[in-house]
């Protein structure tokens, strides 16, 4: 099987994935801007709902990765009334940052939760200039933020008034936000208990302090077509976290997850104090079980049976089809009519596009991003 074959050698399928991305990516892109084009200047809502499928398809390559390429551990702690009506409403998720490949199991847990094509991430504006993650996330209707506040507050306003336009029953919507704005690291932690101590805050133990001033703005705008709040967390038993390139070398992880749902009547949207001081409480609801999970070596409560689904794996050796089988062909062409400078110049080409695409998955981490001004910790 191939996923079991890319383990072989490291090289190889780093290579192998980078090139499978790249190539589907353009596709991807080219389809996108089709539908933008004919289908949603005629019908916005099945246009949105198109994209957000050829979304997924991208995507099942990153969730591939997760799922079947490391093959990772992955345990899920919640009830199971949390997630009834996830394709009914659109929903605000707000997660911690703890490891650099949170992004990736973000991705994971809305393929099990079969809401991928729902994703929506507020992330840096330069992304938005990157062929294949940057273009599949404008037609997406990401949020793109620039990290001035003056500029940052208009996105946010005209960014929530389109995804305010989603009807909710045909194109539910997960919105992804890291309010910590970067990963956990024990200097930035160290910084954050400084600025906690300096306002006579108590400090976080396990996350930093969220950056509130732009996730109030997002709230406050969305109002009463948010139907729901996730409180997620990623933790690492052994407090061992991964790295986004050892999981693409194959090598496997153990994960835990959590989320509840937090009902929209309990989420303040009006006052925009309140919204600060909600999203401090879940932060500080997130340190506490961190602690737990610290103790324990997992969440309280039960874990949710939530297994991997084979549709990643059935997109991933589609797409190897339909890049690997041409690029194939044309280099046999070659070799047959011993057309060796097209050959040298082919693999230069590939050299180049292994470069693009890890810079381009590398880039696809900018996820976590949160909406924040570039004054330290401003609206906390």
């Not at 704005?181 to 932690?189: M, N």
């Not at 969305?222 to 052994?238: E, I």
Request: proline share 3%; glycine share 6%; aromatic share 14%.
């Amino acid at each position: 099987m191939l996923h079991k074959i890319l383990k072989v050698h490291s090289l190889f399928a780093v290579s192998y994935i980078s090139y499978i991305y790249l190539i589907s990516g353009f596709i991807v892109n080219f389809l996108q801007l089709l539908t933008f084009l004919f289908i949603r200047t005629v019908s916005d809502k099945w246009g949105t709902k198109i994209n957000g499928y050829l979304q997924a398809f991208l995507f099942a390559i990153f969730t591939f990765v997760v799922e079947w390429h490391c093959n990772c551990n992955i345990r899920f702690f919640s009830h199971p009334d949390d997630m009834k009506n996830r394709k009914k409403e659109h929903c605000l998720c707000i997660c911690n940052h703890k490891g650099e490949v949170d992004w990736l199991l973000g991705y994971t847990l809305l393929e099990r939760l079969n809401v991928l094509e729902g994703c929506k991430g507020l992330i840096k504006k330069e992304t938005m200039y990157l062929p294949v993650i940057g273009w599949k996330m404008w037609f997406s209707d990401y949020m793109f933020l620039s990290r001035r506040w003056d500029k940052d507050q208009q996105i946010i306003k005209k960014t929530c008034k389109t995804w305010s336009n989603y009807d909710p029953l045909f194109n539910s919507n997960f919105y992804v936000l890291f309010a910590e704005g970067t990963r956990f690291t024990a200097a930035k932690h160290e910084a954050a208990v400084k600025f906690c101590e300096e306002r006579g805050i108590e400090p976080f133990r396990n996350v930093l302090y969220p950056r509130t001033k732009g996730a109030v703005e997002l709230i406050s705008q969305l109002g009463d077509t948010l139907g729901c709040v996730y409180d997620v967390v990623f933790a690492y038993p052994g407090n061992k976290t991964p790295g986004t390139w050892t999981m693409f070398d194959g090598q496997s992880t153990d994960v835990d997850i959590y989320f509840r749902r937090i009902d929209a009547a309990d989420v303040p949207k009006k006052d925009k104090e309140a919204i600060s001081d909600f999203i401090v409480q879940q932060f500080r609801d997130k340190d506490s079980l961190l602690d737990y999970h610290r103790t324990h070596q997992r969440f309280p409560g039960e874990q949710m049976p939530l297994p991997r689904r084979h549709i990643s794996l059935i997109l991933f050796y589609m797409w190897s089809f339909l890049t690997v089988t041409p690029g194939v062909l044309f280099v046999y062409y070659l070799i047959v009519n011993q057309c060796f400078n097209m050959l040298a110049l082919l693999a230069c080409i590939c050299v180049l596009g292994g470069l693009i695409s890890h810079k381009i998955i590398s880039a696809a981490n900018v996820q976590k991003s949160a909406p924040t001004t570039t004054e330290k910790q401003k609206g906390a």
